[in-house]
């Protein structure tokens, strides 16, 4: 191997100098730098990886992303959120967490911190005498927040105790003060009312039926012995 000492090497014409021909290794051994105060243009990289240390400063992990600064830092996220291990999920870590809609700072009346809708719950009819009414039943709520939505189709009902319908129970007890609203429709039913009416009672699990008299007498549940119910009922949860 021959050796050549030199302090610089300059092109004998023009600026272009080429070190080396296609095919050749060009090494630079260990303990050797080679310094580069002029541009040396990404492109030529074209194998093997930069050192995570050389692209900036910090801890390169699975946890930390390179920022635009040039430094390492933990990845970006949502505190206290997960995805639950189902992917595009995000979870509150706490079941009174949850979105707040409207506001930039968290306000709990704009909190929204629950959301489901569901046809099992059981919908249990009783008559006056708190007696169980065999029924079926076409049911369904949606609950947002702590505002509940039910829907109910009440039809094919058999009288055990004293024919009247009273109450059907509701998915979740209402707050003491349930702001309820909603409509209520009888049909095909063998009696002689005025009106019917659907009421929740501060604190109650209950949707009670009430029949509006046509005298002066007081109200009193809904005197049925057959027909078909239809009633649409949002209220407050407790």
Request: aromatic share 8%; charged share 10%; net charge negative.
């Amino acid at each position: 191997m021959s050796k050549l000492n030199v302090d610089k090497v300059d092109p004998s014409t023009g600026t272009a100098l080429e070190i080396g021909s296609s095919g050749d290794t060009i090494t630079v051994p260990s303990g050797a730098t080679f310094a580069v105060s002029g541009t040396m243009n990404a492109s030529s990289i074209t194998a093997g990886t930069v050192a995570t240390a050389r692209l900036g400063s910090g801890t390169a992990s699975s946890s930390t992303v390179l920022y635009g600064d040039q430094t390492y830092k933990t990845e970006p996220g949502l505190t206290g959120w997960t995805t639950g291990g189902t992917s595009n999920s995000l979870i509150p870590s706490a079941t009174d967490q949850g979105i707040y809609l409207g506001v930039s700072s968290a306000t709990a009346t704009n909190l929204l911190d629950d959301y489901e809708t569901s046809q099992t719950w059981t919908a249990t009819l009783t008559d006056n005498s708190a007696a169980t009414m065999a029924a079926t039943i076409g049911k369904s709520y949606t609950l947002i927040g702590n505002i509940c939505t039910i829907t109910a189709y009440i039809h094919s009902w058999t009288d055990e105790g004293d024919g009247y319908l009273k109450s059907m129970a509701l998915p979740f007890a209402s707050a003491a003060a349930p702001r309820a609203a909603g409509a209520l429709s009888v049909y095909n039913v063998p009696i002689n009312y005025k009106g019917v009416v659907a009421e929740i009672s501060g604190g109650s699990a209950l949707l009670n039926f009430w029949e509006l008299k046509d005298d002066a007498a007081a109200n009193q549940y809904m005197e049925i012995t057959g027909g078909e119910v239809m009633v649409s009922i949002t209220y407050t949860i407790a």
